[in-house]
């Protein structure tokens, strides 16, 4: 496989994503939500005695509570960018000269993850250092020690890699399947959905975000990553899209 190649079907994504207003808005606008609404948030809660959010689940608790927000941007993201992959190149016309190249299917959807994940981890990943600055800001007279970073934080962003790659690859497959871009951006938000399940499970008390349960979960998205890996491969038919997709 030739990273060359893959890299610039990457950078030619990239080309086209900075012209398109709302990827670049649902990219940008979650990270800073997520990084300077919750301190505001739990800032207000502080300075509010009568509010008894924080003495029933407790400061640090609402502070990991919030923490994994980090992870379902990690699942949203990559769903507005890999969704548009290969709908958004057959709109453009742009399709059909990629795939009458001599790169392999390997080649062009290493490229596209490339596009599809670099970006969101980005974003991802420089949330979270405004959030744990805002956090520590708005926190340390109350806890009297700086809170982040933390193995907590080290773990959930362990994760978000594992986690928008999985995104990635499920986008990349409804991509190749259908011609509508709004179609592929639908079902990619409802790939979403799961993990939506699982923090709704988590405010609930059925599954516990800790450490030790997002290594295990970690551990678990990667085999799922493999496995999809595989079926995205199968599911890439460039005679088929080229045929069918007139």
């Known amino acids: 496989m030739d990273f060359q190649s893959a890299w610039a079907v990457a950078a030619k994504d990239f080309k086209i994503l900075k012209r398109k207003s709302q990827v670049i808005y649902i990219t940008v606008v979650f990270p800073l939500v997520v990084g300077i609404a919750f ?3 739990l800032q207000y809660a502080l300075y509010h005695p009568k509010n008894s ?31 548009y992959s290969l709908v958004g190149e057959k709109i ?41 600055s ?15 970073p933390n193995w907590h934080m080290g773990a959930i962003l362990l994760v978000a890699p594992f986690l928008c790659l ?24 409802l790939c979403a959905l799961p993990f939506f399940g699982v923090y709704i499970a988590s405010e609930l ?32 038919q460039r005679e088929e899209i080229l045929t069918k997709w007139k």
């Open 39 to 41: 301190p505001l948030i």
């Open 205 to 236: 008390g059925i599954f516990t975000f800790n450490d030790t349960n997002l290594l295990i979960l970690a551990g678990v998205i990667l085999v799922i990553d493999v496995v999809v890996f595989f079926v995205s491969r199968a599911a890439f």
């Open 134 to 148: 805002l956090m520590d800001v708005v926190t340390r007279s109350t806890l009297g020690y700086l809170y982040y």
């Open 166 to 189: 999985l995104s990635v690859e499920l986008n990349i497959i409804i991509s190749s399947r259908v011609n509508d871009v709004r179609t592929a951006q639908q079902m990619g938000m």
């Open 92 to 132: 453009q016309k742009s399709l059909e000269p990629l795939l009458a190249t001599p790169m392999t299917d390997g080649e062009i959807l290493l490229g596209k993850t490339i596009s599809g994940l670099v970006v969101p981890l980005a974003a991802i990943y420089a949330g979270s250092v405004i959030y744990m």
């Open 53 to 83: 959010l924080v003495g029933r689940i407790g400061v640090t608790g609402l502070m990991d509570a919030f923490s994994v927000w980090f992870l379902i941007g990690a699942a949203v993201i990559p769903a507005a960018i890999a969704s």
